[in-house]
């Protein structure tokens, strides 16, 4: 089994929904995070509740979709633990519209944050987690990167995307003794839907608390058997 103890993962999105509660579930393991987003005082606020919690984190500010802020925050989460083990590219958002509504500029930021965010963050941190020669990527992508729905196009192109990269690098990684995991949840109870219009009964939604047990879950499982791809859905989807 992977041991945890002592390694360290980077949680993209970790100050916020999913990725605060994978943070939280991996620090609880004696794992050392490192939380890259963008708002600084939510980071903040994440890095004050792990530590209340007994773990060990520290808080990376980046764009995922600035080349440099990645790479610099690669750079950084290594002189700072001295090793990476675990990368989990969650950072994403959503915008729902038809596409004849949807605005080049807002396809953009869909297609940059979740496709090419996750190319960026793979790309500069993997090396680091090649160096251990065992480790794990988990790639949040989405129930949608493997369906489809009307005013999802964005989404769902930078999700299929996500998941095609993600099958890519499983087979690149496997050389180096290295996981990659792709995980699709359904509908999630989180400040992602603060921002978007959802019909949604969200009585019935998944807890971003799922998500991070199954990480958990998905990273001890025995050496010699990595997790390819698991849908995780609400047993009563809306
Ligand atoms: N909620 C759902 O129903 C659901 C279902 C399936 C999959 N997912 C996926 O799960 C992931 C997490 O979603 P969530 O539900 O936890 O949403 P959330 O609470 O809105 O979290 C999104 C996170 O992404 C970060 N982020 C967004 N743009 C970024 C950028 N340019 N650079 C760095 N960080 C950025 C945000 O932090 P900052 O704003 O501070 O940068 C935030 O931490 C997403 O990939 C989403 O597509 C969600």
Not at 5 to 17: I, P, Q, R
Not at 152 to 165: E, L, N, P, R, V
């Amino acid at each position: 089994m992977f041991k945890m103890e002592g390694k360290v993962a980077v949680v993209t999105g970790g100050n916020s929904g999913i990725g605060l509660s994978i943070a939280r579930s991996l620090a609880r393991q004696n794992v050392k995070v490192a939380m890259v987003a963008r708002r600084r005082k939510k980071l903040e606020e994440a890095k004050a509740l792990l530590e209340s919690e007994g773990g060990e984190a520290e808080i990376f500010t980046a764009d995922i979709t600035s080349e440099d802020d990645v790479r610099q925050m690669a750079e950084d989460v290594y002189r700072r633990f001295g090793r990476v083990d675990i990368l989990i590219n969650n950072a994403g958002l959503g915008i729902f519209k038809n596409v004849e509504e949807l605005e080049s500029r807002e396809w953009k930021n869909v297609i940059d944050v979740i496709l090419t965010g996750t190319f960026y963050c793979t790309r500069y941190l993997l090396p680091y987690i090649y160096e251990n020669k065992s480790g794990h990527v988990i790639n949040i992508t989405s129930l949608w990167a493997k369906e489809n729905c009307a005013t999802c196009s964005a989404y769902t192109a930078a999700k299929h995307g996500q998941k095609g990269f993600t099958e890519s690098v499983r087979e690149e990684a496997r050389k180096h003794n290295v996981k990659v995991t792709n995980i699709m949840p359904g509908t999630v109870d989180s400040p992602f839907f603060s921002k978007v219009k959802w019909n949604h009964d969200f009585s019935r939604a998944l807890q971003p608390e799922d998500v991070a047990k199954l990480v958990i879950d998905v990273l001890q499982f025995p050496e010699r058997a990595v997790v390819e791809d698991v849908v995780l859905q609400a047993i009563h989807p809306a």
